[in-house]
């Protein structure tokens, strides 16, 4: 089933749902809960569609933190999601540590390449204190994108000196090809309806909705949004 698995219709029909579920939203919640179904549906799909053994082989656990000082781009509505579900989730207090987490990682990783971002070794503002994914179910796409079969080399990247010789991790390449068929429809749903559809930096997304009152507001209206 895999091998001959259509991504490109794959992105199409991505498209066609997306654009059905955000052609009317017009709140934050609307637009948290269409990612979150959006989400949903490529988790199943790859539960239906991926091989079962192939997916077992995959080593990523919780409290593996290893590829989380990495640059994620967020379609902008992922980022709502997160947010809602941070506001839903914490406690004020402990709300007003991620926040400030989340801006301080915003600042220094910002305008960072992605090699910059690995040598600076900045941890993702949602790893909490046993290295574990604070926001894990309503995690961005190209997050469930990147599997490994073997982590020992993903620390071998991670900590190998600049201009090292390039290292193949291995990983499930129907995962990877099927969230990013969803991210690129997604994105593709969001410009047809005029929406921003551009790619964002985790930290600062979240950071605006954060620091902007009425951002979500501003998307929905089709406005361009500055990423400062
Ligand atoms: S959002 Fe979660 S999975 Fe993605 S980089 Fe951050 S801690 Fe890791």
Known sequence: MTASFDFTAYTD?????????FDEAATPVEVAGGTYLLVAAVEYDLLCFG????????ACR??????????VSVLFPEAVAIYRFLKKRLKDSELQLVRERIREVHVRTHWLTDDERIEIHEPCAFLDEHGRCLIHPARPLLCRS??????DLCVEVVTAPPFSEAVTIPMNLFQK???DAAYVGFSSALEALGLDGRAWRLATAVNRLFSVPGATGEFLAGKAISRN
Do not use: K
């Open 13 to 21: 029909s991505f498209q066609i749902a997306a654009v059905s579920l």
């Open 62 to 71: 919780p409290g593996c933190q290893t590829c989380c000082i990495l640059n």
């Open 146 to 151: 990147v599997t490994s079969l073997e982590p």
């Open 177 to 179: 090809n099927l969230m």
């Open 51 to 58: 091989d079962r053994p192939a997916l077992d082989r995959v």
